[in-house]
């Protein structure tokens, strides 16, 4: 294209462009370090590059915005790390065993031993259809570094 910005349509002027090759990466890294695997239509937690030092060592508040659209804060314990996946507030927790409680809308907590959803749990994120409210993942102190 003649213009750098190569989304820039002829009939209007200059525009952002989308985002960068490097933005990309970033984010897919990003996701690599906290261990996000998606294997057959399943979302896994198996982080194995996610450093200790990222784990809060004070508790704070985390803002997110929920599928439904609304502004929302929880608070994020000591030993813990919060992010969204599709809109899902994910918290991981150093614990002593792996696990996963899932919080559904409908408050009903559903625990399990694995760290890896079902293709059900995980569609329901995946098409934010707003059936879990949370998930709190446990994380062994020998997966971090």
């Known amino acids: 294209p003649s213009d750098a910005y190569s989304h820039t349509p ?3 002027g200059v525009q952002q ?5 490097q933005v990309k990466e970033d984010i897919l890294i990003r996701w690599n ?7 057959e239509g399943s979302i896994q937690f198996q982080p194995k590059t996610l450093k200790r030092t990222e784990f809060l060592s004070t508790q704070e508040s985390f803002s997110f915005t929920s599928i439904e659209g609304r502004k929302e804060t929880i ?4 030993d813990q790390l919060a992010f ?4 899902v507030p994910i918290i991981y927790r150093i614990a002593e065993s792996n ?3 899932i919080h559904q809308n409908n408050d009903v907590m559903v625990e399990q031993e694995s760290n890896e959803l079902s293709s059900t749990q995980s569609q329901s994120i995946f098409s934010r259809s707003a059936d879990i409210k949370r998930i709190e993942v446990n994380i062994t102190k020998d997966q971090l570094i």
Do not use: A, D, H, N
């Open 17 to 21: 462009p989308g985002m960068t090759g």
């Open 33 to 39: 370090e906290l261990g996000i695997i998606i294997r």
């Open 75 to 78: 608070l994020v314990e000591k």
């Open 99 to 101: 696990g996963v409680t």
């Open 84 to 87: 969204t996946y599709c809109q």
């Open 10 to 12: 002829t009939q209007s």
